[in-house]
């Protein structure tokens, strides 16, 4: 057992110092989303000149809600881990999984574990930054509560994060490029992952229905929690049950596609 954490413990150390190596690129990038969320405090801070809320909510609240997304985006957020893990399978680089004993999605999760850490660490430096300003409209709640259970549903959504990019990669094995299938899924995250607009403010029909898809918990669950957004433990902890559900099923689809997927590699490479 410990024999086989350790493996993916240096796993995690390689992908950290990898990671080091390019802490410029994260620390610019996180840089350049400041100009994202002064667009976003552009467009809302006209949304709300003509009223004191949006539904229910000011603009102190929507902005705390977006800098946490923000943030969530850089310590849970899949980048290229899609196009890592298709780059791995069509140049052959996959061969060396399959003669160790090294489960390939662990190893995986492992790398882009220490890249998150790297990158979520870094986007504070901007937003430290920018703190002098931002600080006038930032408000959060103050539950001790909130900490118990954000926490579990953030390590939950950085699975579905992750397991939804793992399912994507794997579909070099059938696909010579899988840029269209990623494209078409950020869009859709984008909407329904709440990064465009607090899924709150939809109608309520279909704010529920979004609550039983996965790109509800990838973004908006965690953030929602953390910023007071959602404020009924008992819907907090029922979220939780089908967020687990969901890194389930992922992972089981997942384990599916690599299963599939290793017998028509190993007949087309003979």
């Given at each position: 057992?410990?024999?086989?954490?350790?493996?993916?413990?240096?796993?995690?150390?390689?992908?950290l110092?990898?990671?080091?190596?390019?802490?410029?690129?994260?620390?610019?990038?996180?840089?350049?989303?400041?100009?994202?969320?002064?667009?976003?405090?552009?467009?809302?801070?006209?949304?709300?000149?003509?009223?004191?809320?949006?539904?229910?909510?000011?603009?102190?609240?929507t902005?705390?809600?977006?800098?946490?997304?923000?943030?969530?985006?850089?310590?849970?957020?899949?980048?290229?881990?899609?196009?890592?893990?298709?780059?791995?399978?069509?140049?052959?680089?996959?061969?060396?999984?399959?003669?160790?004993?090294?489960n390939?999605?662990?190893?995986?999760?492992?790398?882009?574990?220490a890249?998150?850490?790297?990158?979520g660490?870094?986007?504070?430096?901007?937003?430290?930054?920018?703190?002098?300003?931002?600080?006038?409209y930032?408000t959060?709640?103050?539950?001790?509560?909130?900490?118990?259970?954000?926490?579990?549903?953030?390590?939950?959504?950085?699975?579905?994060?992750f397991s939804?990019?793992?399912?994507?990669?794997?579909?070099?094995?059938?696909?010579?490029?899988?840029?269209?299938?990623?494209?078409?899924?950020?869009?859709?995250?984008t909407?329904?992952?709440?990064?465009?607009?607090?899924?709150?403010?939809?109608?309520?029909s279909?704010?529920?229905?979004?609550?039983?898809l996965?790109?509800?918990y990838?973004?908006?669950?965690?953030g929602?929690?953390?910023?007071?957004?959602?404020?009924?433990?008992?819907q907090?902890?029922?979220?939780?049950?089908?967020?687990f559900c969901?890194?389930?099923?992922?992972?089981?689809?997942?384990?599916?596609?690599?299963v599939?997927?290793?017998?028509?590699y190993?007949?087309?490479?003979g």
């Amino acid at each position: 057992m410990l024999a086989s954490l350790n493996k993916y413990r240096h796993a995690f150390l390689v992908g950290l110092q990898s990671n080091i190596v390019y802490r410029w690129n994260f620390a610019v990038r996180g840089f350049f989303s400041l100009f994202h969320l002064a667009v976003v405090f552009v467009l809302w801070g006209a949304a709300f000149a003509g009223s004191k809320d949006i539904g229910g909510y000011d603009l102190r609240q929507t902005m705390t809600y977006f800098v946490v997304l923000l943030v969530l985006q850089f310590f849970i957020g899949a980048f290229n881990e899609d196009y890592q893990i298709s780059e791995e399978i069509r140049n052959g680089l996959i061969n060396q999984f399959l003669l160790k004993p090294i489960n390939y999605f662990t190893y995986r999760f492992s790398i882009f574990s220490a890249a998150r850490l790297v990158s979520g660490t870094l986007i504070f430096l901007p937003l430290l930054v920018a703190m002098p300003i931002l600080k006038d409209y930032l408000t959060f709640p103050t539950e001790w509560w909130r900490l118990a259970l954000g926490l579990p549903a953030l390590l939950l959504s950085a699975l579905v994060q992750f397991s939804i990019a793992y399912c994507f990669g794997l579909l070099s094995f059938w696909f010579l490029e899988i840029q269209g299938f990623v494209i078409l899924s950020m869009a859709v995250e984008t909407i329904l992952g709440g990064q465009v607009f607090p899924l709150d403010l939809m109608p309520a029909s279909i704010f529920r229905l979004t609550q039983y898809l996965p790109f509800y918990y990838q973004m908006y669950f965690p953030g929602a929690i953390f910023t007071g957004r959602l404020n009924d433990p008992a819907q907090i902890i029922r979220g939780l049950g089908i967020e687990f559900c969901w890194v389930l099923l992922l992972l089981g689809l997942g384990h599916f596609l690599w299963v599939r997927g290793l017998r028509r590699y190993t007949a087309v490479g003979g």
